[in-house]
């Protein structure tokens, strides 16, 4: 898979806008990376995870837990990242994908964890349409994930036959 390839359409609220354009994942990645000051390494793991549902979960996660470290976050690449995710975990089945409007969040559960996506702000986006479900009260367990993203995401590296 070329990930520089990957493109999503991110279903829009009507009439919330015009642009139904597809857009172009891996830049808006990379520049957060770029923001983040990445090292090649980690750079790899996010080339690797965005090719499976949980592996773009994962990496919005890692991005999310950088942002509070580094000034004014790049985050062009929260909601089209989340989209593919959902988009993706609907042939893949790696992440099933619950929206709960009355907390204005996402959130993924995958085999290993769940996660959640404050999205309240980017209110043009038909969220409904993106997750698989709709449930208001969704029951997140509050586990802090962040605490460990880097690790979590240093799992899509392929190390052969060494453990990491």
């Known amino acids: 898979m070329n990930v520089e390839d990957l493109t999503v359409v991110v279903p829009r609220k009507e009439q919330a806008t015009v642009d139904d354009d597809a857009v172009d994942v891996w830049p808006l ?4 990376l770029d923001k983040i000051d990445a090292d090649p390494t980690t750079r790899d793991a996010a080339r690797a995870a965005v090719e499976t549902s949980d592996g773009c979960v994962v990496l919005a ?9 580094v000034h004014k976050m790049d985050y062009r690449f929260k909601v089209p990242l989340v989209v593919l995710a959902a988009e993706m975990a609907r042939e893949d089945n790696g992440a099933d994908s619950i929206y709960d409007p009355d907390e204005g969040a996402i959130y993924f559960e995958t085999d290993d964890a769940q996660y959640s996506f404050h999205v309240f702000k980017d209110w043009t986006v038909d969220w409904e349409n993106v997750a698989d479900e709709v449930l208001e009260g969704y029951p997140w367990s509050g586990v802090e994930n962040q605490t460990w993203a880097l690790d979590q995401l240093l799992r899509y590296l392929d190390f052969g036959d060494y453990l990491i």
Not at 29 to 32: D, K
Not at 61 to 69: D, G, P, T, V
């Open 29 to 32: 990645v990379e520049a957060a």
């Open 61 to 69: 996660n890692y991005l999310n837990s950088e942002a509070k470290r």
